[in-house]
């Protein structure tokens, strides 16, 4: 599995590596234009990511934007809804915070909640046929 970590706390992104590392490759942003730039090359070098845990608030880009962008890519590509990566959200908020800050759910496939949990993350994994 190819997996991209995008938050701005390196602490952040050190657990989700810590957890996911064992189920692939993971790469790693600070923000949320790096996060679209990282997509991006994936995409059309042909290794596109399979996972993407996605933090809310980032300099640059916040996460919708970012979300926004990696779905737009994927349509203009004609990447199938059901063949697109999948996005964990990761939060301090809860859905129904992402949910009035206009996050469709349809857009993003799961949520995970701040502090990462390691067992929560592999249900997770599970769940949607990652591993």
Do not use: W
């Given at each position: ?62 996460g ?52 990462i ?15």
């Amino acid at each position: 599995m190819k997996i991209l970590i995008s938050d701005d706390e390196l602490y952040n992104r050190l657990v989700l590596e810590k957890i996911l590392s064992p189920y692939g490759v993971c790469d790693q942003t600070i923000n949320g234009l790096e996060a679209v730039d990282a997509f991006h090359i994936a995409l059309f070098d042909g290794t596109p990511y399979d996972l993407i845990c996605l933090d809310m608030m980032m300099p640059e880009l916040d996460g919708l934007g970012v979300l926004r962008q990696i779905r737009l890519l994927e349509q203009e590509v004609g990447i199938k809804a059901e063949e697109r990566a999948k996005v964990f959200i990761v939060s301090a908020m809860d859905p129904e915070e992402l949910e009035e800050m206009n996050f469709i759910p349809d857009d993003y496939t799961d949520y995970l909640a701040k502090p990462i949990d390691q067992k929560h993350v592999f249900n997770k994994l599970k769940g949607h046929g990652l591993i």
